[in-house]
């Protein structure tokens, strides 16, 4: 498979950036390619701007010719998402949910006419992507998983694995969540390295 | 009182812009003093950089002295939190949760030793701002409510309101969002911006 990962966290030395390198060799291990969009490194601009808002809204109802007012950048990462047989996201959550950067590049990204369609009432969608076939979303936070299940309401999986990309129509979408990060042992971390790791051959 | 309007969306024709202007004409004619960001307009940043996320982690363990890392725009958004009373956010929900920019200003400003204080135990918060005593957010989306509420779990108002807000330590949290909008009826859409223009004699 050609894995597509995304990651986004500013900290070189973040848990998360030593997810982002047991994933990558565990992805490699396992006979996968991947492509890497690292969204801070990159400068992304997760700002929806009124001309991306013009684009995604020509989109939904002439469905060509819009992408061509986006920024290079933007068409740089459509391209290589067209080629993604699975897109695996890195990122922390913050207070409760993706920084800002990663939503921006669902905002900017998830384009109609591109990665999905509108149904003919225009309220349903459907994939437009052919190779994309699942979306795994690996995740930090400090809140312990009870918590944020009981009280927060598991709120980015409802949000972006039972939302957006169930409502784009992709059936794979898997949730591994790293959870109490600064508060574990540096011995529980080591281990969940190796587990990511291990899991990347599993990754369908 | 003095309401802090926090504003977030791109196009200048959209139903949230009309939804800030009602929401304005009704905090005056209650009696309030208003305040506005206009994120959009402002040009904020909303992405936490490294420098961004030292500051909020040296403001954990230290407490003192680091805003001085912080950007110009954000020392004077932080001045303007101290003045509310209230604080009130209007943006879209785009694909379930805050566009990025929002999330920005979430992730940028509700900042340790300025905001909140972390407990001796450093896993519970308390609010450290004075005057502020309630956070209302006014939300747009096209999805019916009972499909956002039973499939996507409310996630921005658990996110939000039941997450981060009530986690700092504001007792009034309320959200009124205004749902299906691309397909209802102009006269709704107008009813709508009456009843919120009205609500805003309400707000405590």
């Given at each position: 498979m050609r894995v597509l990962v995304v990651f986004n966290h500013p900290?070189?030395?973040s848990f998360c950036n030593a997810l982002l390198?047991?994933?990558l060799s565990g992805l490699h291990a396992a006979g996968h390619e991947t492509d890497l969009i690292p969204l801070d490194n990159d400068g992304f601009d997760p700002v929806?701007?009124?001309k991306d808002l013009k684009a995604f809204v020509t989109a939904q109802s002439n469905?060509?010719?819009a992408t061509e007012l986006l920024d290079p950048q933007l068409r740089d990462y459509m391209a290589r998402i067209e080629q993604a047989d699975h897109i695996l996201f890195i990122f922390p959550i913050w207070w409760e949910l993706m920084p800002a950067l990663m939503k921006g590049f669902?905002?900017?990204l998830i384009f109609p006419g591109f990665v999905y369609d509108?149904?003919?009432s225009n309220k349903g969608m459907t994939l437009r992507m052919e190779r994309l076939k699942g979306v795994t979303m690996i995740t930090t936070m400090n809140t312990p998983g009870l918590i944020y299940r009981l009280l927060f309401g598991n709120a980015i999986k409802k949000a972006l694995l039972l939302g957006t990309f169930w409502k784009i129509g992709i059936k794979k979408r898997r949730w591994i969540s790293f959870n109490s990060v600064k508060f574990v042992k540096p011995?529980?971390?080591?281990e969940w390295l190796a587990q990511v790791e291990t899991e990347m051959h599993q990754l369908a």
């Open positions: 900290y070189e030395g390198q047991s994933t929806m701007r009124a469905r060509t010719g669902i905002d900017k509108y149904t003919p011995e529980q971390r080591e």
